[in-house]
């Protein structure tokens, strides 16, 4: 079956530095994946995403790469900020239906100032 | 703001008992999914809803059970709980096949507590 493996955390880091979270997928077919970002006491928000090979996800600085060669999709941004302290979650559906979406166990950033 | 919104807040149950939470989706939005979050995990897939039929399941037993209403708002059924359905539980609502651009938006989640 389908599967996400996302790097263990958490994740600490200072004002300004860069992010990198790890996130590598297992899957039958060709699927689409997402980023979603979970404040505190909130449900998930969805972050980026990408549905074919070689697509680049962008959103509020944070970017990610549909790499179907090494099965990857890692989370990128060049300067954190406080307010980016988050859990983070990647994700995968098939046939485009977002709403079977299969998902990591989360990475916790925490960024100081 | 989504405008998904889920009900209860949160809830306190008994091993045992049997709990009905629901959801109220965004208008338009037919679709709609229920995860469970166990804590310090990701939500994993139970079942989806589309035209009030039951469209994919998870690994879930049949205790797990749900309903789409004409107006697309949803419940989840849980009967028999147990102490490891304690969770969150996280309903996300989908526009129509072709106008979703394959996004969900999620609601803020009822907090199930089983003693």
């Known amino acids: 079956g389908d599967s996400v493996t996302q790097m263990e955390g958490p994740v600490t880091l200072s004002e300004e530095a860069f992010l990198t979270i790890n996130c590598t997928y297992t899957?039958?077919?060709?699927?689409?994946l997402f980023w979603y970002v979970q404040y505190p006491g909130e449900g998930l928000q969805l972050l980026l995403k990408?549905?074919?090979?070689?697509d680049k996800g962008s959103n509020k600085g944070f970017e990610a790469t549909y790499r179907k060669e090494t099965t990857s999709f890692h989370l990128e941004k060049g300067s954190v900020q406080v307010s980016d302290s988050a859990v983070y979650f990647c994700?995968?559906?098939?046939?485009?239906?977002?709403?079977?979406?299969?998902f990591g166990d989360g990475t916790t950033l925490t960024v100081k100032p | 703001e989504t405008g998904v919104t889920q009900s209860p807040t949160h809830l306190i149950k008994t091993r045992g008992q049997q709990v009905t939470l629901r959801c109220s989706s965004q208008?338009?939005?037919?679709?709609v999914s229920w995860y469970q979050q166990a804590l310090g995990q990701g939500p994993q897939f139970i079942f989806q809803?589309?035209?009030?039929?039951?469209?994919g399941r998870g690994n879930f037993p049949p205790r797990f059970s749900g309903l789409q209403f004409p107006n697309y708002s949803s419940e989840l059924n849980v009967n028999a709980l147990e102490l490891d359905d304690s969770a969150l539980y996280l309903c996300?609502?989908?526009?129509?096949?072709?106008?979703?651009?394959?996004?969900?938006?999620f609601g803020p989640g009822t907090r199930l507590t089983v003693l």
């Open positions: 809803y589309y035209r009030e039929e039951e469209n």
């Open positions: 899957a039958t077919g060709y699927p689409s």
């Open positions: 994700a995968l559906s098939e046939n485009t239906n977002a709403g079977k979406s299969t």
């Open positions: 996300a609502t989908q526009l129509p096949s072709g106008r979703n651009d394959n996004e969900q938006f």
């Open positions: 990408a549905t074919k090979a070689d």
């Open positions: 208008s338009g939005h037919n679709t």
